[in-house]
């Protein structure tokens, strides 16, 4: 959903970081998020299918990258033609 909509990218990241044991606050957050995309339909990146613009997309994933908390530390990069 994020790469289409980099309007709520902040949000779905720092709310996935809860996803193994969400409170009552996560769960309205995660409302908030729904009820702001049912409001703007029309704001994300749209692709159609005769398109010749090529969508590639990398990820990288780290559960050491903070040596002392262990932290999970991932980035990416959406690339939308050349």
């Not at 909509?5 to 606050?25: E, K, S, W």
């Not at 990146?45 to 780290?62: K, Q, Y």
Request: aromatic share 16%; hydrophobic share 40%; net charge positive.
């Amino acid at each position: 959903m994020t790469n289409t909509r980099p309007d709520i990218t902040y949000a779905m990241q720092h709310l996935g970081q809860f996803i193994v044991n969400p409170t009552f606050d996560h769960k309205q957050v995660a409302f908030q998020i729904l009820k702001y995309l049912r409001g703007t339909p029309g704001a994300g990146i749209f692709l159609f299918v005769a398109s010749t613009i090529h969508l590639n997309g990398f990820s990288n994933s780290d559960w050491v990258g903070y040596i002392d908390t262990r932290r999970f530390v991932t980035g990416y990069v959406v690339y939308i033609g050349d």
